[in-house]
């Protein structure tokens, strides 16, 4: 009987063309913004427009082909190799039964099936490909933009933008990534208005078709064999209403009635990973007994505590999920901001939102007990969006003048080198007991002020992450770090040192004004005022400059 885990892996090659699908689209609309960035008139851009989107879409129509032959040579491997393998495995009891078993191949009956069903899903793969896009949000409420109309106002919006002088390149290049990562490409159900996630809807076609075949082979194996029995097989995490009848024996009318056999909701429906096989009572053995199903279930229903909430085997594995997701959107904006040449600091915060996410993953996963499965996570084809980190032994030997002299040596913040630093400095900063005074005095403010901002920036969970519905500390950024660093020791004290105090105590006087906006709307109303990011990109800007020139 197919484990959920052999049932996951058919369709992990059909959702990675589906994910690479999506990025190249996204990479393309990214490459074809950067390619305008010095556009300084909206008539120049109106003359190469046409052109532009002409292009674009021959590059869809292309990346298109590619995922629908990906889908032919999965449908036919899915579809005909891996039900042979299942149905063979039936020999056995034929053999026991005194009956001899038709080969696969010559089974008309389930032939037939497999070439209706393998038209059948071709051609909601096609529908796929004919109906994608991107939602995107107008007036409060979101629209779906089919994808021709989606490159168009992407590309307007970004270009136009710069040439207006409405917004420099890298806000233009920020806000069409976010919006595209935000959505991802779906395809849209114009009958029912109900966009999906590509991945998700590739993963659906294919395993309804699927699903299909298996019923069809394993009901017609039980009519071979003469009876009119099913085992239901069993799958740790699975739904609350699944649970009470998996793993144990039906007839064919009680997987209807009792396991809702053919509803959306019921046994193989939709996202169910369930399935039934035939089963000769006196002759086939269970693979679990009643008592095994019960002391198992009742395990898993245990509540596990993390953080403060509690979570059975299948709320956790639905939060894993939830992460899994997050973090291959975290991906892809990484890749895009990179691929846009983007702000430095941009892409820093990107890496470090990413890593925080994935040292969430791990912890709940080990807390819950729960296996990893970052395939699921790496399945982008991305590879390393964000760089190694460096062994907590690396510095074991190195006093805090040694830790000083390696902060001051970097200059590129998204770096490997820098995200080690700031995390290991950060941990440093926070076991600092004179830190405060020091910089009060060679600012000539108040230490109060000083504890404080430490207080915000390195201590407290100043931070609430929407994503996790939980308040948590601010990720490390090498910047900080290095102008806490100058700050403390008083020499070489940048513009955007001195800054950067100003900016914090500021942001957080806005919050304790006004409770109800977030951190971000926060942010920037300090930036405004005390623009530490502009003067952190000037001055590495300027370092960089002059290394190139050395």
């Known amino acids: 009987m197919m484990t959920q885990g052999d049932i996951e892996k058919l369709t992990i090659t059909m959702e990675k063309a589906a994910a690479k699908l999506e990025q190249d689209i996204m990479l393309d609309i990214v490459r074809r913004i950067k390619a305008n960035e010095g556009m300084t008139s909206t008539a120049e851009y109106q003359i190469q427009r ?17 995922y629908l032959k990906a889908s032919a040579e999965e449908m036919d491997r899915v579809f005909r190799d891996v039900p042979e393998s299942e149905y063979n495995k039936f020999g056995s009891l034929y053999q026991q039964m005194g009956m001899e078993q038709t080969p696969f191949g010559n089974h008309t009956a389930i032939q037939a099936v497999i070439a209706a069903t393998m038209t059948q899903t071709d051609s909601t793969f096609k ?4 109906s994608l896009g ?5 007036g409060g409420k979101t629209e779906f933009l089919p994808i021709a109309e989606c490159y168009q106002q992407t590309l307007d919006n970004a270009i136009l933008g710069i040439a207006t002088g409405a917004f420099d390149y890298t806000s233009a290049l920020n806000r069409a990534v976010k919006e595209m990562t935000r959505s991802g490409l779906r395809t849209v159900d114009y009958a029912s208005g109900r966009s999906y996630r590509i991945e998700s809807a590739t993963r659906t076609a294919l395993m309804t078709g699927f699903s299909q075949i298996i019923r069809y082979m394993h009901e017609q194996t039980a009519e071979d064999l003469g009876t009119d029995d099913y085992e239901v097989s069993y799958h740790m995490g699975a739904r609350p209403t699944h649970q009470w009848w998996q793993g144990r024996v039906y007839s064919y009318q009680e997987l209807i009635f009792t396991c809702g056999l053919g509803t959306v909701t019921g046994l193989c429906g939709i996202n169910c990973y369930h399935w039934y096989e035939p089963f000769i009572k006196g002759v086939s053995v269970r693979n679990y007994t009643d008592e095994q199903l019960d002391e198992m279930i009742q395990e898993e229903n245990r509540p596990k505590s993390y953080r403060g909430k509690e979570y059975t085997t299948y709320t956790a594995l639905q939060r894993q999920r939830k992460l899994e ?19 430095s600091l941009d892409i820093l915060a990107a890496q470090s939102r990413y890593r925080y996410t994935m040292n969430e993953y791990v912890a709940f996963s080990n807390a819950m007990k729960l296996p990893q499965q970052m395939e699921r996570v790496y399945m ?5 969006v964000y760089p190694g980190k460096i062994p907590a032994s690396s510095f074991s030997n190195a006093s805090k003048f040694d830790i000083m002299k390696s902060g001051a040596r970097i200059t590129n913040l998204s770096s490997k080198r820098a995200m080690d630093f700031a995390e290991m400095y950060y941990k440093e900063i926070r076991k600092f007991s004179t830190d405060a005074q020091m910089i009060a005095k060679n600012l000539g403010k108040s230490t109060s002020d000083i504890k404080k901002v430490k207080e915000y920036l390195f201590e407290n969970k100043s931070l609430y992450d929407p994503d996790l519905k939980e308040w948590r500390r601010f990720d490390p950024d090498c910047a900080i770090a290095q102008s806490w660093q100058r700050l403390m020791v008083g020499k070489n004290i940048q513009p955007h040192d001195r800054i950067l105090i100003e900016h914090e105590l500021y942001e957080m006087e806005i919050k304790e004004k006004f409770p109800e906006i977030d951190h971000q709307t926060a942010h920037e109303m300090a930036t405004q005022k005390y623009n530490y990011p502009m003067e952190v990109e000037k001055y590495y800007g300027n370092l960089k400059k002059h290394n190139e020139k050395q």
Request: without cysteine.
């Open 325 to 343: 997701l997050q973090m291959r959107t975290q991906r892809q904006e990484i890749a895009l901001l990179k691929e846009g040449d983007g702000s």
């Open 380 to 384: 982008d084809g991305l590879g390393k």
């Open 127 to 130: 529908n796929i490909s004919q």
């Open 134 to 138: 991107f939602t995107v949000q107008k």
């Open 50 to 66: 046409l052109r532009q989107l002409g292009l674009a879409d021959q590059y869809i129509r292309e990346e298109i082909q590619t």
